[in-house]
């Protein structure tokens, strides 16, 4: 059910999307929204393995490259009122998500991350670009988080909320990451191996029910967004 929800706003985007707010490389007749499998309402076969199977042979027809940024402008662009996220008592409009993860977007440009190397200049394990932690539970954030990585051309990762300390420090060691959105409820162990984190800059804290202070050199993650542009970040998205 998620994934034809998701395909219907994509196809109701494609079909009202105009010329001009689309990126390069697409239109109401792109490859991509050519080829996109359409769900099928009142079939019993649609599982989920069926239908990725039918995405991957509809994006291997394809010569459209394209990213979940991409397509989150695109569908704000063409449907901005349409809930996109209900979590609780909040509710996110495609456009709202869009403005939001701009500017965490921004925000991170504006610190200094993103890419460093092309792909075409990396070995195939390589990353090149700086990596943002995703240190969450389950909330609007955490696709935010995603979003706003892409759209700065920096990488998400999850963090798994169950890890003790020595794993959080082998894994934010090992994967350099120079930036972290974390729940305030995880504020005081991640307080406990801050000192381990030396590539560590950005902390962004998104408040709970916990209610813990910032730490020290933390942003408020609304208050960071607030203090950026809502444009598009100057960079491609990937």
């Given amino acids: 059910a998620i994934y034809q929800e998701a395909l219907a706003d994509f196809d109701e985007a494609k079909r009202r999307v105009p010329s001009e707010v689309a990126r ?9 929204a050519r080829n996109l499998p359409r769900a099928r309402p009142g079939r019993t076969d649609d599982s989920a393995p069926a239908f990725r ?5 509809a994006t291997r ?16 662009a063409a449907i901005p009122d349409r809930e996109m996220m209900v979590w609780r008592d909040r509710r996110l409009t495609y456009a709202q998500v869009a403005e939001r993860t701009r500017r965490l977007a921004n925000y991170l440009h504006g610190r ?13 394990w390589e990353s090149g670009q700086d990596h943002v932690a995703l240190y969450l539970y389950n909330c609007p954030e955490y696709i935010e988080g995603m979003l706003g990585a892409y759209k700065s051309r920096t990488a998400p990762f999850n963090v798994n909320y169950r890890y003790v300390e020595e794993e959080l420090v ?14 305030a409820a995880f504020a005081p162990t991640l307080a406990k191996i801050r000192p381990q984190l ?17 730490l020290p050199g933390a942003v408020e993650y609304d208050a960071a967004l607030a203090s950026s542009s809502p444009a598009r970040p100057p960079v491609e998205p990937s």
């Fill in 24 to 32: 390069p490389g697409w239109s109401s007749d792109s490859g991509i």
């Fill in 53 to 57: 199977a039918r995405c991957a042979v």
């Fill in 61 to 76: 027809r394809s010569p459209v490259e394209f990213n979940l940024a991409e397509i989150n402008e695109v569908i704000a």
């Fill in 112 to 124: 200094g991350l993103g890419a460093k190397r092309e792909r075409a200049d990396l070995a195939g």
């Fill in 170 to 183: 082998y894994l934010l060691r090992d994967s350099k990451a120079r930036a972290i959105i974390y729940h």
């Fill in 198 to 214: 030396p590539d560590l800059e950005v902390l962004l804290q998104v408040e709970d029910d916990s209610h813990h202070a910032l």
